[in-house]
């Protein structure tokens, strides 16, 4: 059998016909995606259930803050997009560099809303000013998971350019980092409108 035929036998062989990395990060995706879900749903049950629920997001800086980290993150989906069909490999690369800056550029403003929040408005994880307690611990949970998830696709998107620059990796590890990092962005979407827009100051 030659090398041809030996390749053909093994791409049918893989499950589904989908490679395995690629069928990981699907699994990996649909079961983070429950988590999320599960989060956000509760998040929802609870504010809807409270009379009392905080609405403490001025236009100024929160929302505002919060929609310039939406764009950031809208981009960074265009850049990795542009990774993915890239065909040379410096310009690959380049578009990496760029998500990650995004991502970056994301985890920043996010902390830096944080420290607005804790700082000048005195709401932490177990305490606010309407003495709704849960009301910290669901707001920094869910945001908090998310950052992390974004701090991680950065680091992970460095060790693919790195492994890609060095031949390691190839466009299908590309391809896959995609698939993450499109997830997280898509996650945003829905925690920005049920997070902040719904909880904007009258």
Known sequence: ???????????????????????????????????????????????????????????SPSIVFSSVMTLVL??????????????????????????????ALFVGLHLTEWRHLIRDMHITPWSNPWNEPLFGAVFFGITGLHMLHVTAGVIYLGIVALGFSSRRFNRDDVEVA?????????????????????????
């Open 1 to 59: 059998m030659n090398h041809s035929a030996v390749a053909a036998t093994t791409a049918v062989a893989t499950p589904l016909g989908i490679p395995s990395k690629k069928l990981g990060m699907w699994l990996f995706v649909v079961s983070d995606a429950l988590t999320f879900a599960t989060l956000l749903i509760c998040y929802t049950y609870l504010r809807m259930g409270s009379a009392q629920w905080p609405a403490p997001f001025e236009f």
């Open 74 to 103: 809208l981009t960074s989906s265009l850049t990795m997009v542009a990774a993915v069909h890239a065909t040379e490999p410096a310009r690959i690369i380049r578009w990496l560099a760029a998500t990650m800056l995004c991502g």
């Open 178 to 202: 995609g698939l993450y990092w499109h997830f997280v962005d898509l996650v945003w979407m829905f925690v920005f409108p049920l997070v902040y827009l719904m909880s904007v100051k009258p």
